[in-house]
Nanobody
Framework: QVQLVESGGGLVQAGGSLRLSCTAS????????MGWFRQAPGNEREFVAT????????SYADSVKGRFTISRDNVKNTVVLQMNSLKPEDTAVYYC???????????????WGQGTQVTVSS
């Protein structure tokens, strides 16, 4: 059983930065693949980034490569998404997810946070 809580969302101007944090409870957190997804009104939930259980391998959507960085701290039970050079099209609700499969598909993940709103103004 894993519980996930996101924080760090807010309003930022284009070109700015935000740092999203996801804190997990449950002693098995360190064994899970972690991912970030986002969903904007009228759009399907889309993949943003994922990181393996040991933090050794990361993967990003083409739309965020070079701008976003995912990292994790298995002692603090946290995963972070550092978002730089933000664009208005990054506006969405961002969700933290945990699973057992390295995947870019939302239905492969087992646990989800409540989401945090990110709004980027032009």
């Amino acid at each position: 059983q894993v519980q996930l809580v996101e924080s760090g969302g807010g309003l930022v101007q284009a070109g700015g930065s935000l740092r999203l944090s996801c804190t997990a409870s449950g002693r098995t957190f360190k064994g899970y693949v972690m991912g970030w997804f986002r969903q904007a009104p009228g759009n399907e939930r889309e993949f943003v980034a994922t990181i393996t259980s040991d933090g050794g391998v990361t993967s990003y959507a083409d739309s965020v490569k070079g701008r976003f960085t995912i990292s994790r701290d298995n002692v603090k039970n946290t995963v972070v998404l550092q978002m730089n050079s933000l664009k208005p099209e990054d506006t969405a609700v961002y969700y933290c997810a945990a699973g057992t499969v390295v995947s870019h598909q939302s239905n492969e993940y087992d646990y989800w946070g409540q989401g945090t709103q990110v709004t980027v103004s032009s």
